[in-house]
């Protein structure tokens, strides 16, 4: 081959290295991937237990409303309930049931909740004749619901206080 410009034959020039990475370079990147991968690992936990503690609280509210909305209907009359429940339900499957009101099922709560902290759909429930801080139901009726997750929220809480 000749060079257009001068008509002198065009020589290509060859290097005797060979193209590509070093093996310094290749440990040093891996270094890199292996420091990046190590700080995003925790982030991403703490991202799935805030998730988490957000359906934990999102869940508790729907359940306590269900019931509470339940004690308003049976306080207004709208149907029968038993002596010594107080009005409240008398366990979690009758506010997905519903009760006739008026020859019509009124539904409270469209299914229990999975417990995202324990995976289960079991929650611990407190009645009005049960202590405050007791852990065991009575199974009069159910005035309060909690997770029996045994954990401790990012802020420092235990989940069943919550």
């Not at 040093?28 to 936990?45: E, F, K, N, Y």
């Not at 009124?106 to 417990?115: A, E, N, S, T, Y």
């Not at 009575?138 to 069943?160: I, M, P, R």
């Amino acid at each position: 081959m000749q060079s257009i410009l001068t008509g002198m034959p065009v020589t290509r020039l060859r290097s005797d290295r060979a193209c590509g990475f070093t093996l310094i370079e290749l440990i040093v990147a891996t270094a890199i991937m292996v420091i990046l991968t190590s700080m995003a690992i925790p982030l991403a936990r703490l991202g799935i237990q805030r998730e988490k503690e957000r359906e934990l609280r999102h869940d508790l509210w729907m359940m306590r409303d269900a019931i509470d909305r339940y004690k308003d209907a049976a306080d207004r009359g709208a149907f029968q309930i038993k002596v010594g429940t107080e009005g409240y339900p008398p366990d979690l499957e009758t506010l997905v049931n519903g009760v006739d009101v008026g020859g019509k099922k009124v539904r409270f709560l469209r299914k229990i909740p999975i417990d995202p902290m324990a995976g289960k759909p079991e929650w611990g429930m407190r009645s009005m004749q049960d202590d405050p801080t007791s852990e065991s139901w009575g199974g009069q009726n159910v005035f309060d619901v909690f997770t029996k997750s045994e954990g401790t929220a990012l802020d420092g809480t235990k989940y069943k206080e919550w």
